[in-house]
């Protein structure tokens, strides 16, 4: 008779996601190894395998997980205008720099049929963001509402480069700042 599948069997998928995308982010995807992630995680490679047959299926889910729950949070705050959005995607960020560094840097490290499901959310989440700007500026002709889109999302997605935790703007308030900049770009152009 198979084996069911354990009570926490979903924590602890969580728990080798993240504790994976913070090796896999400080050393690069390409350099890391599923030793190297187990490791990290403190958990045998067998256990690390028992979740994920390869390298690249863990890489998915982090980022399968990550964009989802950013799209489905997107999708919720779009329709409350784009200070709420910013603040939304902020508030997912947080605590998921490992995770966004590698949706930036490594889904070309995936086979095209893994990557195609990861892409499709990524352009979701920029459907939605575009939907909110042209909500402030319905007459931008569509490549002027396409750089006023993805400037919005230069502005959010290069935060966890430079932000430290208890030092500086809250996340709250450079979601506010942010929004208001954006708002007062979308103005003049």
Same mark, same amino acid.
């Given at each position: 008779?198979?084996?069911?599948?354990?009570?926490?069997?979903?924590?602890?998928?969580?728990?080798?996601?993240?504790?994976?995308?913070?090796?896999?982010?400080?050393?690069?995807?390409?350099?890391?190894?599923?030793?190297?992630?187990?490791?990290?995680?403190?958990?045998?490679?067998?256990?690390?395998?028992?979740?994920?047959?390869?390298?690249? !299926?863990? &890489? $998915?889910?982090?980022?399968?997980?990550?964009?989802?729950?950013?799209? /489905? @949070?997107? %999708?919720?705050?779009? *329709?409350?205008?784009?200070?709420?959005?910013?603040?939304?995607?902020?508030?997912?960020?947080?605590?998921?720099?490992?995770?966004?560094?590698?949706?930036?840097?490594?889904?070309?490290?995936?086979?095209?049929?893994?990557? !195609?499901? &990861? $892409?499709?959310?990524?352009?979701?989440?920029?459907?939605?963001?575009? /939907? @909110?700007? %042209?909500?402030?500026? *319905?007459?931008?002709?569509?490549?002027?509402?396409?750089?006023?889109?993805?400037?919005?999302?230069?502005?959010?997605?290069?935060?966890?480069?430079?932000?430290?935790?208890?030092?500086?703007?809250?996340?709250?308030?450079? !979601?506010?700042?942010?929004?208001?900049?954006?708002?007062?770009?979308?103005?003049?152009?």
């Amino acid at each position: 008779m198979p084996r069911g599948i354990a009570r926490d069997h979903d924590e602890k998928r969580a728990a080798l996601r993240k504790g994976a995308a913070a090796y896999f982010a400080r050393h690069g995807f390409d350099r890391a190894s599923m030793t190297g992630a187990a490791k990290e995680c403190g958990v045998s490679k067998a256990l690390l395998y028992h979740y994920h047959d390869s390298k690249e !299926a863990l &890489l $998915f889910d982090i980022l399968n997980a990550h964009l989802t729950e950013l799209a /489905e @949070v997107a %999708e919720e705050a779009a *329709p409350k205008g784009l200070q709420a959005l910013i603040a939304a995607i902020l508030e997912i960020y947080e605590d998921a720099d490992a995770e966004h560094k590698l949706q930036l840097e490594s889904i070309s490290a995936l086979p095209a049929d893994l990557q !195609a499901p &990861l $892409f499709a959310a990524q352009r979701r989440l920029v459907h939605l963001m575009s /939907e @909110v700007v %042209e909500q402030q500026r *319905p007459d931008l002709e569509a490549d002027r509402l396409r750089a006023a889109t993805m400037t919005v999302f230069g502005i959010v997605n290069w935060f966890y480069m430079w932000h430290r935790p208890g030092k500086g703007l809250s996340r709250q308030d450079y !979601a506010e700042m942010a929004a208001q900049f954006a708002l007062g770009g979308l103005e003049k152009i």
